[in-house]
């Protein structure tokens, strides 16, 4: 995990399920104002999304050239577009 003013970085890349969500779940307690967290992972996290939903954090998703996928995270109440 990288932090930075803005971004906390989780590279879940090649981590077998439930170990992505459970870092994702764990780094959502770390986000201060005003940061994202960028979730890399090398397959969609279906599952993932409704429990962001429920917990009051959005989601925007994207699919790199090398079929991996970034998956940016902010509270929902935060200023910017609604994820999906």
Known sequence: ?????????????????PEPMERVMQTLSLLRPGQTIRLLLH????PLYPILAEHGYRHATRMEADGS????????????????
């Open 1 to 17: 995990m990288s932090i930075s003013a803005h971004e906390i970085l989780v590279d879940a890349r090649g981590l077998e399920p």
């Open 43 to 46: 397959r969609e996290p279906f």
């Open 69 to 84: 996928y970034v998956i940016l995270i902010n509270p929902a109440d935060a200023a910017g577009g609604q994820g999906g």
